[in-house]
């Protein structure tokens, strides 16, 4: 079993539409956790940025993180086809340790 | 915010040759920087992380050998591929540990 699993997709959604992005985690001493996007032959992009459990909101991006379910979320409102790329949940447990990665999400806005 | 400047982000070399690739960061020192690699349509494979002034600890796979990591300042960290091989195509991506990481733009490499 992986660390951290996260459905591939695609996911293909209409523009306007929420969309809603999970990761699961095996390993409760994760503290960090954070949702980069990337498109095509470009580096990770930093969305959101997670300590601990809660919820954390910026613009039309909210992240989630549900500790005790080992489980976090980013739903994006207001979807646009610019929002089509592959996202990335990531954690880890400390600050200088290793990134321990999910599959990547491919999410697809259809206008 | 805090910079990783990544260059080249793209390079084609022959079989054989080395390529270097190198990762600076702006406006921050790095003390640890993480080197990736990444196939397409897969997520980030960590191949080796650097501490500034020494030597890189590689993940079970990877050949030092190969893939020779130098990060001899708290600003640059470089990673040369030497003797490439068509094998070694691939997307790199250097990071600066922090809260949160910080990443290079990444380098395509293709190798004839």
């Known amino acids: 079993q992986k660390e951290v699993e996260q459905d591939p997709g695609p996911l293909s959604v209409p523009e306007g539409a929420i969309v809603s992005l999970n990761c699961t985690y095996s390993?409760?001493?994760?503290?960090?956790f954070m949702w980069y996007r990337q498109y095509s032959r470009k580096g990770p992009e930093l969305l959101m940025y997670?300590?601990s459990s809660g919820n954390k909101e910026d613009g039309r991006f909210t992240a989630q993180v549900d500790k005790s379910s080992k489980y976090i979320s980013l739903f994006i409102r207001d979807s646009q086809p610019s929002d089509s790329a592959t996202y990335l949940c990531?954690?880890?447990?400390?600050?200088?340790?290793?990134?321990?990665w999910g599959a990547g999400t491919k999410l697809i806005i259809k206008p | 915010g805090a910079v990783v400047s990544q260059h080249p982000s793209w390079v084609i070399c022959k079989s054989g040759t080395s390529v270097k690739i190198e990762c600076r960061s702006l406006?921050?020192?790095?003390?640890?920087m993480f080197w990736y690699r990444q196939f397409p349509k897969q997520s980030l494979m960590l191949m080796a992380t650097?501490?500034?002034?020494?030597?890189?600890?590689?993940e079970q796979g990877v050949e030092k050998d190969k893939f020779l990591i130098n990060h001899a300042s708290l600003t640059l960290s470089t990673l040369t591929v030497t003797s490439a091989h068509p094998e070694d195509s691939s997307f790199y991506i250097c990071?600066?540990?922090?809260?949160?990481?910080?990443f290079g733009s990444g380098t395509q490499l293709s190798v004839l």
């Open positions: 990071s600066a540990s922090g809260t949160p990481p910080v």
């Open positions: 406006d921050f020192q790095a003390t640890t």
């Open positions: 650097s501490n500034e002034g020494s030597k890189a600890t590689y």
């Open positions: 390993n409760s001493a994760f503290q960090y």
């Open positions: 997670t300590y």
């Open positions: 990531a954690m880890n447990q400390d600050s200088n340790y290793q990134l321990i």
